[in-house]
């Protein structure tokens, strides 16, 4: 059965974002950010939880791409230091902060491009 086309204006595509904004050093493939804070529970003598509060919020960011330069930018990026990124998720209850680089992860394939995954915390009161 053939594929039915349908123009995207007439499904509608206010407010919609596609793609991905250019990262320094990479072909950035995907990227994605996880908004948490700790939370700490309080239950009465019943054992039932009565009170809770979340404190202390951070956003943990992963971009995965191909590597397109030996230095500068994400493939420069080193565990415990600061990483300057295009590509931020504001609004999600983390929108400032220093964002530093946990770990990162290089892949060199026989049959693919070398690739880079990297790892990192935004820290709403460290700059």
């Known amino acids: 059965m053939p594929a039915t086309l349908?123009?995207?204006s007439s499904i509608g595509t206010t407010g919609v974002t596609w793609g991905l904004t250019?990262?320094?050093g990479i072909?950035?493939?995907r990227t994605n950010a996880k908004t948490t804070r700790e939370k700490n529970s309080v239950r009465d003598q019943n054992g039932d939880i009565v009170l809770n509060s979340y404190y202390n919020?951070?956003?943990t960011i992963s971009l995965e791409g191909v590597t397109k330069a030996t230095t500068g930018g994400v493939v420069s990026a080193t565990p415990g230091v600061l990483l300057s990124?295009?590509?931020t998720f504001p609004n999600n209850g983390v929108n400032a902060g220093g964002i530093y680089?946990?770990?990162v992860d290089v892949a060199r394939l026989n049959t693919d491009f070398q690739k880079i995954t990297v790892?990192?915390?935004r820290y709403p009161l460290i700059a």
């Open 6 to 8: 349908v123009a995207a």
């Open 22 to 24: 250019a990262e320094t």
């Open 27 to 29: 072909l950035l493939q």
């Open 57 to 59: 919020p951070v956003q």
């Open 85 to 87: 990124l295009a590509n």
């Open 101 to 103: 680089t946990d770990d």
């Open 119 to 121: 790892n990192a915390t």
